[in-house]
């Protein structure tokens, strides 16, 4: 089956520095989305972006489907940035598979 | 536009015994799929419906099961718990495939 790789697995910033946060994936996907969980367990989608770039504020994500990655920015980090980053793909139907997830801390 | 609900939100069982976990789709939504979060698996897809068929299926043993309604609400069943079930249960709608995918708050089960 496809596999999802992320990185790094942490990532620990001081407020205001800036991210990348890389997703590579090993075949071709329908969907690509990315979500930032919150520590009461909820997934808060962040983009569906399963080829080009969107941004929403201080964040940002590029996928090069040809080249089977996507990278989400974060730019002014803020302590409420704080939590786990997954990556997700759908190689058919609604069956997406999961990154391991980027636990990234922000501190003040 | 009120969100994917899920109940309950918490629970605990008894190795043994059977939960049934609920969800409620996005209104207009007709797909919902049900995840697994566990610290050692992490996110695993159990299974999806649309139309109240199941139309994907994960790798999990046939104690895992699930169904929709005419309405598109969802339940999934797990019986003869084990302690390895205890885990985050997310169920997540959406309008149909390739499209993006919304998650509720999550059921949190407890197996003692």
């Known amino acids: 089956g496809i596999q999802v790789e992320q990185s790094p697995p942490d990532l620990i910033l001081q407020e205001g520095a800036n991210s990348t946060l890389r997703c590579n994936f090993s075949d071709s996907v329908n969907n690509l989305q990315w979500f930032h969980q919150n520590p009461w367990g909820q997934l808060i989608n962040l983009f569906y972006?399963?080829?080009g770039t969107k941004q929403n504020g201080r964040l940002s994500a590029t996928t090069v489907a040809t080249e089977r990655y996507s990278l989400l920015y974060i730019s002014s980090s803020q302590t409420t940035d704080s939590g786990v980053y997954f990556c997700?793909?759908?190689?058919?139907?609604?069956?997406?598979?999961f990154g391991a997830g980027t636990r990234l801390t922000v501190k003040p | 536009k009120a969100g994917v609900t899920q109940t309950p939100r918490y629970l605990i069982k008894t190795r043994g015994q059977q939960v049934t976990l609920s969800c409620s789709p996005i209104?207009?939504?007709?797909?919902v799929s049900w995840y697994q979060q566990t610290p050692g698996q992490g996110l695993q897809f159990l299974f999806e419906y649309f139309s109240e068929t199941q139309r994907n299926k994960g790798n999990f043993p046939g104690r895992f099961s699930g169904r929709q309604f005419s309405n598109s609400r969802s339940e999934m069943n797990v019986s003869t718990l084990e302690l390895g079930d205890s885990a985050l249960y997310l169920c997540?709608?959406?309008?149909?495939?390739?499209?993006?995918?919304?998650f509720g708050e999550g059921s949190w089960l407890t197996v003692v």
């Open positions: 997700a793909v759908e190689p058919n139907g609604n069956d997406m598979r």
């Open positions: 209104s207009g939504h007709r797909s």
């Open positions: 972006i399963p080829s």
């Open positions: 997540a709608s959406s309008s149909g495939t390739a499209n993006t995918i919304y």
